[in-house]
């Protein structure tokens, strides 16, 4: 069973969700809060396996309360998925740099937010990798500043601390490549390019995926438009 914790400030929101989650097979409901801190009290309370977070909340924000629940040890196992709208494409990188593991708009259809939530449990934290590349390319590195995209970037001191096929590994992470398609590309198996992965976010001490998306644009391991 996967559990949710529903935190959003509109009433109205939190019922829909609540309903649509309720009637997902393998999925219960954990709680829901009204604000970021709220979220954070609950998520420490219920631990819940995912928090669908909302952005714009008083008291204490969504991307202030996901660094919170990522950064405690405690909640490890706990999942960040951002609920976004297309006017808060801003704060998305922001929110992927304090931890959560993948967003998803708030127009989804029902069926695509079982799903979502079902992915970042097991652990497919880009939802949307080409949108997620997208935005990292448009807020990490403007594709105004031409110079920079035509020079050869100095790699970032903790990429050293990768093996060749770890750095090749994490540049298919960027891409967006799940765990079965980085095996085909390296003739490895699934479970090879999974353990591969783990061993990059501890080396990197990412909490996630989605992190590792970030490192790999902000390092230059992964250029604008090379994906």
Known sequence: MTSVLI????ALIRTALRELLG??????IAGEAVNGEEAVALARSAH?????MDIR???????????????DPALAETRVLILTTFEEDEYLVAA?????????????EPEEIGRAVRAVHAGDA??????????????????TDASRSMSTPAAAPELDLLTEREREV????ARGRSNQEIAEELYISPA????????????????DRAQLVILAYESGLLQPGSA
């Open 192 to 207: 090879t390019a999974k353990t591969h992965v783990n061993r990059i976010m501890s080396k990197l001490h990412a909490h």
């Open 48 to 52: 819940p396996d995912v928090v669908l």
């Open 126 to 143: 880009l939802l949307s990798p080409a949108a997620t590349r997208s935005l990292i390319t448009r807020y990490v590195l403007p594709p």
């Open 96 to 108: 992927l740099r304090a931890g959560a593991s993948g967003f998803i708009g708030k127009g989804a």
């Open 7 to 10: 935190v959003d400030d509109q």
């Open 23 to 28: 009637h997902e097979p393998g999925i219960t």
């Open 170 to 173: 994490l540049l298919l992470v």
């Open 57 to 71: 909340m008083p008291v204490m924000d969504g991307i202030a309360a996901t660094a919170e629940i990522c950064g």
